[in-house]
């Protein structure tokens, strides 16, 4: 299967099984298209038509280099993985990755958020440390010979229990080197009560800080205010550009979310940029399709230019000498993950667990509060082996609307949360959100493509 | 090749041999969170 497309005057080939990426000129891009489907003379006789310019023996010439890289399985590569889809649904998994909820509350009030203000529809809570020790604990007794153990602080807001998240990280750089482990950290948070102390120890523990804040003041301050209804725009931005400048080792991201009121969500990334971020995201909102802010049909054409006219601002500064990078469009096209990682996807469920305050044990932050999602908890362990079946069966084979999907192998069947939130079954499509995946894979190829044809 | 110019991938059918290792970032683990792409995680094999 390949998926040919023409973007900023670039013809681009890829193929779906092998991911090889080919730049083509016009005569190979309608050979490539009409390959499989004509017999070689006719195939020979519409180029002829289509372009009268080039010679018969031109078009045999690029023939012939098509049916090498076919050969050298990087073009219409078969499909070799499917045969070893019902060994990977049924692989030994181990742990790996913990979203650790040290905070079901809040101190912002944002209506979007799919968390319900940080409570995920039930009680208020912070976790403690006896807790969260059980939940690292947990994580290494069921972690195999895995060496990289990541841990996500999240909430609601983890800096409302910020105490306890230094004491954990304490107690797990006391016990990983027994384990031969290494904890990477990660920090999630709205930014309201980032002081000083936060800023130094993040900057020094955590390999990672994602920062909310969704881009311009009108657009952040609609969404993501205090319950007295304040606006956080003012009170985050000095607090992340501090820790931002400060910070000399680790990733952070500049992460917004973009419903239908702002659609045009590339204005927001230019303020980020101003404010002088360059490490961002910017995600679709997720929420119910009657909610208000819902992304709607019309606004997908409009995102999705907005996808373009982002690659070309990506494009532009990086020729300026000041690059930023967006989350989605990053690609590592020679470094990137194995076969087996682009098959299985995320790992929710089985590779990674959420863990509430009350160290109940969920698929993901995404299901937490959903109790038909349990899988058990810290002290009995995952207890729920049928649903952790159902999510090991998650890959990019799982569901039919996949198998004549070029982008299979770079979302590996998406997310399951977003499945069962759109079509109640965590086997299902959630189309709009291919849509745009398919947009953003096509953008973040383009710029991959125009890199390596300018430094040519 | 004259026509078309083919970019430097991950040989994905031999990481069939030399993969699987796990050691990688969990996808959604990064900026996203409500979302899955694995294409941008980078593979960790050689850092285990």
Redesign the interface.
């Known amino acids: 299967m390949i998926h040919c497309f023409q973007l900023k005057g670039y013809h681009i080939v890829l193929d779906t099984?092998?991911?090889?990426?080919?730049?083509?000129?016009e005569?190979?891009f309608d050979l490539i298209r009409r390959y499989e489907e004509l017999p070689r003379e006719e195939l020979v006789t519409e180029c002829l038509a289509l372009h009268p310019e080039v010679s018969k023996a031109?078009i045999e010439?690029?023939l012939a280099?098509?049916e090498e890289?076919r050969k050298e399985?990087?073009l219409f590569t078969p499909d070799?993985?499917r045969p070893n889809v019902e060994k990977i649904a049924k692989r030994e998994t181990?742990l790996?990755?913990m979203?650790l909820h040290v905070a079901h509350t809040c101190n912002l009030d944002c209506e979007y958020c799919?968390a319900a203000q940080g409570k995920y529809h039930g009680e208020r809570a912070l976790m403690s440390l006896k807790t969260g020790k059980k939940a690292l604990d947990f994580l290494i007794a069921n972690s195999g010979t895995?060496?990289?153990l990541?841990v996500?602080f999240f909430g609601g807001e983890p800096l409302m229990n910020w105490q306890m998240v230094k004491d954990l990280v304490a107690y797990a750089r006391e016990i990983e080197k027994e384990h031969g482990k290494r904890f990477?950290f990660?920090l999630?948070t709205n930014g309201m009560l980032i002081d000083d102390d936060v800023i130094d120890f993040a900057n020094r523990e955590m390999d990672?800080v994602?920062l909310s804040l969704d881009g311009r003041k009108s657009v952040n301050d609609r969404f993501r205010k205090t319950v007295g209804g304040v606006g956080s725009f003012d009170i985050i931005v000095p607090k992340f550009q501090k820790l931002v400048v400060e910070r000399k080792q680790g990733?952070y991201?500049m992460?917004g979310?973009f419903t239908h009121l702002n659609p045009d969500f590339v204005e927001d990334i230019k303020t980020m940029l101003e404010l002088g971020f360059d490490e961002l995201?910017m995600?679709?909102v997720?929420c119910a399709p009657s909610d208000p802010y819902a992304l709607t049909e019309a606004d997908k054409a409009v995102v999705m230019e907005q996808y373009e006219a982002l690659a070309d601002l990506m494009h532009e500064r990086a020729k300026m000498g000041k690059p930023f990078t967006f989350?989605?469009?990053?690609?590592?096209?020679?470094?990137?993950?194995?076969?087996?990682?682009?098959i299985s996807?995320?790992?929710?469920g089985t590779?990674?667990v959420a863990v509430t305050p009350n160290g109940d044990l969920y698929p993901?932050?995404?299901f937490v509060g959903d109790e038909r999602f349990k899988l058990g908890d810290l002290d009995s362990g995952i207890q729920n082996l049928d649903m952790q079946a159902q999510f090991k069966r998650c890959n990019a084979y799982s569901r039919p609307e996949c198998a004549d999907c070029w982008a299979r192998?770079?979302?590996?069947g998406?997310?399951?949360?977003?499945a069962f939130h759109a079509t109640g079954d965590l086997q299902g499509v959630y189309e709009y959100?291919c849509d745009l995946?398919k947009k953003?894979?096509e953008c973040?190829l383009y710029l991959?493509?125009a890199e390596?044809?300018e430094e040519? | 090749?004259?026509?078309?110019?083919?970019?430097?991938?991950?040989?994905?059918?031999e990481?069939?041999k030399?993969?699987?290792c796990?050691?990688?970032?969990?996808?959604?683990?990064?900026?996203?969170?409500?979302?899955?792409?694995?294409?941008?995680?980078?593979?960790?094999?050689a850092s285990?």
Not at chain 1, 17 to 25: E, K
Not at chain 1, 414 to 418: P, S, Y
Not at chain 2, 1 to 13: D, Q, S
């Open positions: 099984v092998s991911s090889s990426v080919h730049v083509v000129d005569v190979a031109e010439e690029c280099d098509i890289l399985r990087k070799l993985y181990v790996k990755a979203c799919f895995r060496h990289n990541e996500d990477r990660t999630t990672n994602v990733t991201y992460r979310t995201s995600e679709p997720v989350y989605h469009y990053m690609l590592d096209l020679e470094h990137g993950p194995c076969i087996y990682k682009r996807g995320c790992g929710s590779e990674y993901c932050h995404q192998l770079f979302c590996s998406g997310c399951a949360a977003n959100g995946f953003r894979i973040a991959k493509v390596q044809m040519e | 090749m004259k026509r078309i110019v083919t970019l430097k991938t991950r040989n994905l059918e990481s069939k030399n993969g699987g796990g050691e990688c970032q969990t996808s959604c683990q990064s900026a996203c969170k409500t979302s899955c792409g694995v294409a941008n995680q980078k593979c960790e094999k285990k």
